[in-house]
């Protein structure tokens, strides 16, 4: 993938939600809503604190991140839809 994210930002895709709900009726695609949790495909260098020193970013590709429900922007790069925000709209690291 060509795209690299600047500064603080991460480019990441969202996982696959549940299609079965726990009684096992299987959820329709038009019903589901979109999952918080994703992987990290590109991270950007880090922000830069009041001196001017980049902060390097706690995030890598490769890890598994939930992130809030109305986070980041949507964009489509080489056919893949991604996620871009910024790391501190990420809320942890899962596993």
Excluded: Y
Aim: aromatic fraction near 4%; avoid cysteine; glycine fraction near 14%.
């Amino acid at each position: 993938m060509a795209f690299r994210p600047l500064n603080d930002r991460v480019a990441l895709r969202r996982l696959e939600g549940e299609e079965k709900s726990k009684g096992g009726i299987i959820i329709p695609d038009t019903a589901k809503e979109k999952p918080q949790e994703g992987e990290v495909v590109a991270v950007g260098p880090g922000a830069r604190d009041e001196q001017g020193k980049r902060v390097p970013p706690d995030l890598k590709a490769g890890d598994r991140v939930l992130f809030g429900k109305w986070s980041g922007t949507e964009v489509k790069i080489d056919g893949q839809d991604l996620l871009i925000m910024k790391e501190s709209d990420v809320l942890g690291i899962v596993g």
